[in-house]
């Protein structure tokens, strides 16, 4: 009679401390739809983080680093406002992080477009890197699912575009997401503004 009551004692005490999955009794709970508000920022940030600690060059904090517009991948040559969003949140993690960030709003040497943002994706890359006198830069594109947006992020070796590390995440595609995205139509991509 000890054995079995010392045996449902533990039986109990291991069931209380077990993770609420296992708890077969308890009632399930509805799942918290992750909105690309609370996601956005987070990820990132993590994003940032990973391209300055697994880069396959230390990065020096006081050489210049570009972050450009990063783009839709089926219309390089233009961005959006979250293509846009995400370059600013990328500029502004790598500056906290204590890296020196070019702002190249500020600068003449680098074409910005009116309501397009700042464009890497080039042939020009080396040259224009070189103008800012930068010793990487941020780039990269996104692309639009049914319910997701998939974002690819790479750190470019400003003088031969070399990558130096990458990272990608993703996104629900929802309402706040969306309204920050281009509208694509037959006759190709609208800019949103």
């Not at 909105?35 to 880069?55: F, I």
């Not at 600068?107 to 042939?123: F, I, K, N, T």
């Not at 995440?169 to 281009?182: G, H, I, N, R, V």
């Amino acid at each position: 009679m000890y054995k079995f009551a010392v045996s449902a004692l533990l039986l109990l005490g291991v069931s209380a401390c077990a993770p609420e999955y296992f708890n077969v009794y308890s009632e399930p709970k509805p799942e918290h739809t992750i909105t690309s508000r609370e996601k956005l920022l987070p990820e990132v940030y993590n994003a940032a983080d990973t391209l300055v600690y697994s880069s396959n060059q230390p990065l020096d904090r006081n050489a210049s680093v570009l972050v450009a517009s990063i783009v839709n991948i089926d219309a390089l040559e233009t961005s959006s406002t979250f293509g846009r969003t995400v370059g600013e949140q990328l500029s502004g993690r790598i500056a906290q992080l204590g890296y020196a960030v070019s702002e190249v709003k500020m600068r003449d040497s680098l074409a910005v477009r009116p309501a397009q943002g700042e464009l890497m994706l080039s042939r020009d890359l080396a040259f224009l890197a070189g103008r800012q006198d930068a010793q990487a830069v941020l780039t990269g594109t996104y692309s639009v699912g049914v319910d997701t947006v998939y974002v690819n992020l790479k750190l470019l070796r400003a003088g031969d575009g070399r990558i130096l590390s990458a990272t990608d995440f993703k996104l629900p595609l929802d309402p706040d997401l969306d309204a920050m995205l281009p509208k694509q139509t037959e006759g190709g991509w609208v800019l949103v503004q």
